[in-house]
């Protein structure tokens, strides 16, 4: 399963709003995110670009942590 972390995430909203980022995402299911670690993690039904992944989840004011 693929993973990120993510940076920023408070509460359930921050959480809801990434998983409908990524599920937007042509692809992507079953997201799973750790709030407290900021561990993300989802299926792919074919690859994904990181890049994609990346532009959706910083396109909603979070940060990748690298």
């Known amino acids: ?3 990120i972390t ?3 995430m408070s509460c359930q909203h921050c959480v809801k709003a990434v998983t ?3 599920e937007a995402i042509e692809g992507i299911s079953d997201v799973s995110i750790d709030l407290v670690s900021g561990n993300v993690e989802w299926k ?3 690859p ?3 890049e994609t992944i990346e532009n959706a989840i910083t396109g909603i004011g979070f940060e990748i942590k690298k």
Do not use: C
Request: overall charge negative.
């Open 1 to 3: 399963m693929p993973a």
């Open 6 to 8: 993510v940076t920023g």
């Open 20 to 22: 409908t980022a990524l």
């Open 44 to 46: 792919e039904a074919s």
């Open 48 to 50: 994904v670009p990181t």
